[in-house]
């Protein structure tokens, strides 16, 4: 029954790939991978495989790649995405080997797969659970983690109807899981998983921190940012650019007291900038497209508005409004700023928090983020706030940029969030390759 589906959906991607470009790639992507792993396997190498649905899973396994990388040189590493989101940005990733699509999971191509490479460790990141594949892996003996997962008792493994097709069976192939929480853990010894699993947080928090103390200096923001109070507005979607756009124009000459400059000692901050009278604004757009950044700039007419692409040493020093309009940058930007918004949250789901409270930044978000751990976690910890609308937006921005007390707590509990959620990575890495 399960292969059965996953035929139906091959079918489905193949229709769709007609008139959608994102199926298209997933089509094609999958059609070439085995071109890839008969051109690229080493025929003597050994392989330790991680497999991640998309990017987000990614950046959650990365940490792990990179210390077997520098600790175990002896392997190779061949990475397989899911998603194109995923393969499409990391294809390139000199991280790794090989990169690959993993091909979909039916018996047949699960034989081509296992008859070019043959892993002697694999590494599932957070979910995807392959029926054929994790079957396969058992029968060839090797070793099957999963790393960062976290399971919600509404998942099929763990319903009356997890038992049909013996869907249920497939986590009885993994050696150990690596779960971000004790209700993780909870669940699965409900199944009769008690021995093999250990709550180790989210090797996530570990990638931030690496982010963090391997970003570089931004010359040109650090110039736009210097002695201003600034805030940075990340991943944003229109209905977050229409509370934080209002506010940043009727907020722009804002009175700092003395109480303020004293709560910007307590920002972890590369530059430590000294707020002054005059706020300005960063703004990450989660869609660089024409239309949108032409949207956002009317929206701030007016206003000296910069795209990053056309700045320059002279011109980005008297800019009101720098506009990041490429990717990669964001990360590194948030030590700018001293108050944030991470976008999303009126609709898609929020984007990264992490990467933002890092820095020991309060940071903003809209209400769709109740399937986001790290979002509740920050929120009861009081270094998150969740807004509906503009109102609470402008109380609670005015609140964090006038009260030092308020802003302090918030980036304190947001720094220390952070750093009691990470050693993830070195508890897995120790357990799974001893010395």
Known sequence: MYSFAIYIYMLAVGIAALFNKRARKLAIGHQYAFLRLKRLVE?????????????????????????????????????????????????????????????????????????YV????????????????????RRRGIPVYSVSSIF?????????????????????CITHFYVQNQQSKDLLATI?????????????????????????????VEKFAKGYTVFVAGSSWPPDEALFIPWFKSSRVLEVSSEQARAQEFKSSALNPQPSALNRLIIAPHQIGEDHLHAIEQALDGYHVLRYSAATEENVATAD???????????????????????????????????????????????NNKNFREARYLLD?????????????NGIANHLLTDAD??????????????????????IYSKTFPQ
């Open 43 to 115: 025929k003597d190498a050994r392989y330790i495989w991680f497999h991640a649905a998309s990017l987000g899973e990614f950046e959650q396994g990365r940490p792990l790649m990179e210390r077997l990388r520098r600790e175990h040189p002896e392997y190779k590493i061949l990475l397989t995405f899911f998603s194109p989101s995923g393969y499409e940005v990391r294809k390139d990733w000199d991280g790794a080997d090989i990169v690959c699509y993993l091909p979909l999971d039916t018996p047949t191509n699960v034989r081509i797969f296992f008859h």
């Open 118 to 137: 043959k892993p002697e460790i694999l590494f599932l990141i957070k979910y995807e659970f392959w029926h054929n594949y994790l079957k396969a892996c």
């Open 152 to 172: 919600r008792p509404n998942q099929i493994f763990f319903r009356w109807y997890g038992r049909l097709g013996g869907y249920r069976s497939v986590l009885n």
């Open 192 to 220: 009769g998983h008690t021995d093999n699993v250990t709550v180790v947080g989210d090797t996530r928090f570990d990638r931030v921190i690496d982010i963090r103390n391997a970003a570089k200096p931004l010359p040109l």
């Open 321 to 367: 409004v720098l506009i990041i309009d490429c990717f990669g940058l964001l990360s590194s930007i948030y030590r700018y700023g001293q108050l944030a918004m991470v976008g999303g949250g009126f609709g898609v789901g929020i984007h990264n928090i992490p990467e933002c409270a890092v820095y020991g930044i309060p940071v903003i978000i809209g209400p």
């Open 381 to 393: 910890a009081g270094a998150c706030f969740e807004v509906h609308d503009a109102k609470e937006f």
């Open 406 to 427: 308020a802003y302090r707590r918030a980036a304190d509990a947001a720094r220390s969030y952070i750093a009691d959620n990470s050693g993830a990575t070195d508890i």
